[in-house]
Each structure stands twice: as C-alpha cells, then as structure tokens.
C-alpha cells in the first residue's frame, strides 16, 4: 500500500480527533488558562529546586525546567515523582520517567523550532518539508543532550555518538512521529500568528511524552539506557557532606 494511501487512511481515521481538539486549542480562554498554569507550575519548580533540590546535577535542573515549560502541571507531577531527591525509593518506572524527560526536553526543543522556523516564519507550505526538518531538529537536539554530557566526562566523540544512537533513537522516533503527527493532524493549516498553532504546538509535545514513556521504561528495564542517576542518592550525598 503507497505511503501517501495509508497516511490518509490514518488521517481520516483521526479525523474526530481534530474537530474535538482544534476549538479547544484555538480557544482564547483556555489557552489563557493554560499559560497561568504553566507559569505557575515553572514557578513552583523553580522555588522547590532552589530551597529543597539545590542538589540535583545542572543538566538535570535544566531538563525539568524545559519539561514544565512544555508540559505546565503534568511535567511538575512527572517532576515532583521522578525528579526530586525526596522520592521515597526508586523504581523502573521512575527511571523510566526521568529518561522520557531527559530526551524530551531535546527533542522538544528541537520540535518548537522545527515548527516556529519553518512552518511559522519561513511559512513553508509543504508538510513533507516541515515534517522532515522538523525530525531532523529534533534528533539533533535529542542527541546532543546525550553526547554532549558524554564528551564532558571525557568520552570520544565517536563513542558518545554511538551510544546515543543505540540508546535514544528508538524513544526520539517514537516521540516524534506522535508529536509531530499530531501537530500537523490538529494544525498544518494554522500560521505563526494563530492560536491554534501554538495550542497544538503544546498539546502534541505532551502527546509525544506519554507516547514515548513506555519506550523508554522498557529500554531502562531492558539496559539499554540507565534511565538517570537516583536523585535520592544525590540528596543523601549532599546531607553527608554537610553533616562532615
């Protein structure tokens, strides 16, 4: 069956998805709503890590910061059972989170200016084009997360690059062919200066995170990836540090 066949098929078959979705997403009210959220939620992020998760390594600091940013109050809630050093214990699944949002925070990185660059200012009108840069950013991005803390421990650059390739390609695939799938089911008309751009911009970043999550637990359980140091350990370092 040619490419073009199935991906209509698939388009029509989600085709109830977009009209409940594009007058939610192109709604002043709620977006307005979801922008304090969001602002709220980086504010509550921003205070629990200076007073409470000082001890949390930068890139991981920074990898919460982008994942609340695109995901207001459910990338606090991942956050708040993953993140921090007060988690109780550990567990796949909050591996398994801590990893989705380590690639997420790249590859989301990689989508918006994907979508802002060539769908938004450049007004590039071909999907193909928007879909294909757009990947390539995100790959790029979700990468470069992965390599470049590799080659700060002193890792080659050849060897850090193979490791993210086998490590993070499965999950960057997956999360990118439902976000950006999503974003131009809901929007590929909408420009730059719509609401629904940026609503559907928002919304299917989230939908490439729960997409990709189980991913990535099964590359954590399977050892693969390591899913991200235990920030509990972190915590209990940094306490018997200033207890000597």
């Known amino acids: 069956m040619p490419l073009q066949t ?11 998805v977009r009209h409940v979705m594009k007058p939610i997403l192109s709604n002043p009210t709620v977006m307005g709503v979801w922008a304090a959220l969001v602002i709220a939620s980086v504010g509550t992020l921003w205070w629990d890590i200076r007073e409470r998760n000082q001890a949390l390594p930068s890139l991981m600091k920074g990898v919460w910061a982008l994942v609340v940013l695109y995901s207001g109050p459910f990338g606090l809630t991942v956050y708040w059972y993953a993140g921090r050093t007060q988690i109780s214990t550990d567990s796949l699944w909050r591996r398994g989170f801590r990893s989705t949002a380590h690639c997420y925070s790249g590859c989301g990185a990689g989508e918006v200016l994907g979508f802002v660059l060539l769908a938004g200012l450049l007004a590039v009108q071909s999907s193909l084009v928007v879909t294909a840069g757009t990947f390539s950013l995100a790959y790029l991005f979700g990468y470069a997360l ?11 650059f050849g060897e850090a690059m193979l490791d993210a390739l086998y490590s993070e390609t499965p999950s960057i695939t997956v999360m990118e062919i439902t976000a950006i799938g999503t974003d131009l089911l809901i929007a590929s008309q909408a420009h730059v200066s719509d609401l629904l751009f940026w609503g559907a911009l928002v919304f299917s970043l989230s939908v490439g995170f729960v997409f990709a999550f189980p991913v990535n637990a099964a590359l954590v359980h399977l050892g693969v990836k390591e899913g991200m140091a235990n920030p509990a350990e972190m915590g209990q370092r940094t306490q018997a540090q200033a207890a000597d």
Do not use: I, K, R, S
């Open 146 to 156: 992965t390599v470049g803390p590799l080659m700060q421990e002193g890792v080659g």
């Open 6 to 16: 199935t991906l209509t098929q698939v388009e029509q078959a989600l085709a109830p």
